[in-house]
T-cell receptor, first 114, second 113 residues
């Protein structure tokens, strides 16, 4: 987990609220990613960014938004449009975003909707 | 569709015995292949990857994996299992020319003392 921090570790949201998950890296990596993990489903890509001020939708982007204003930061907002947001959220980074790059993961944020 | 499969949800192995966690893939062209491990309530940790060259790849914590192109497999192996190897293991594939990684659903490995 070294080099990538996620906060908070646990997050509780009431229905209808937007919440923002923080992801910061000090690895000087260009690319950053957000994944959602549900039991038995592996990791699914939400959004990714290969350069500052640019990002692309992944496989399950609906109900989520991101920004990439700084190289080291890639916050994820879970909006009220996301109907089933309870999950474990993982942020990752890699050197350049190429397919051969190893992705390094943060410790995760567990989001629970009350 | 490009995909990666881990056919076993759970694998149980006695401590000291060899272990194998299976992974097969379906992608066009030559893939890049990865194994990651996840301990409870933690992020994923990189174990090893195959890019090109020798089909046998050695990684962290004594793990190794063998790329088999004819069987489209990339099974993870370790000669002698430790109780501390108990965790969730993910196989992942990145098709050549793609900048994304596709993860399998994971295999839970239980090492029995």
């Amino acid at each position: 987990d070294g080099g990538i921090t996620q906060s908070p570790k646990y997050l509780f949201r009431k229905e209808g609220q937007n919440v923002t998950l923080s992801c910061e890296q000090n690895l000087n990596h260009d690319a950053m990613y957000w994944y959602r993990q549900d039991p038995g489903q592996g990791l699914r890509l939400i959004y990714y960014s290969q350069i500052v001020n640019d990002f692309q939708k992944g496989d399950i982007a609906e109900g989520y938004s991101v920004s990439r204003e700084k190289k080291e930061s890639f916050p994820l907002t879970v909006t009220s449009a996301q109907k089933n947001p309870t999950a474990f959220y993982l942020c990752a980074s890699s050197m350049s975003g190429g397919g051969t790059d190893t992705q390094y993961f943060g410790p995760g944020t567990r989001l629970t909707v009350l | 569709a490009q995909s990666v499969a881990q056919p076993e949800d759970q694998v149980n192995v006695a401590e000291g015995n060899p272990l194998t966690v299976k992974c097969t893939y379906s992608v066009s062209g030559n893939p890049y292949l990865f194994w990651y491990v996840q301990y409870p309530n933690r992020g994923l940790q990189f174990l090893l990857k195959y890019i090109t060259g020798d089909n046998l790849v050695k990684g962290s914590y004594g793990f190794e994996a063998e790329f088999n192109k004819s069987q489209t497999s990339f099974h993870l192996k370790k000669p002698s299992a430790l109780v501390s190897d108990s965790a969730l293991y993910f196989c992942a594939v990145s098709p050549v020319g793609d900048d994304k990684i596709i993860f399998g659903k994971g295999t839970r490995l239980h090492i029995l003392p």
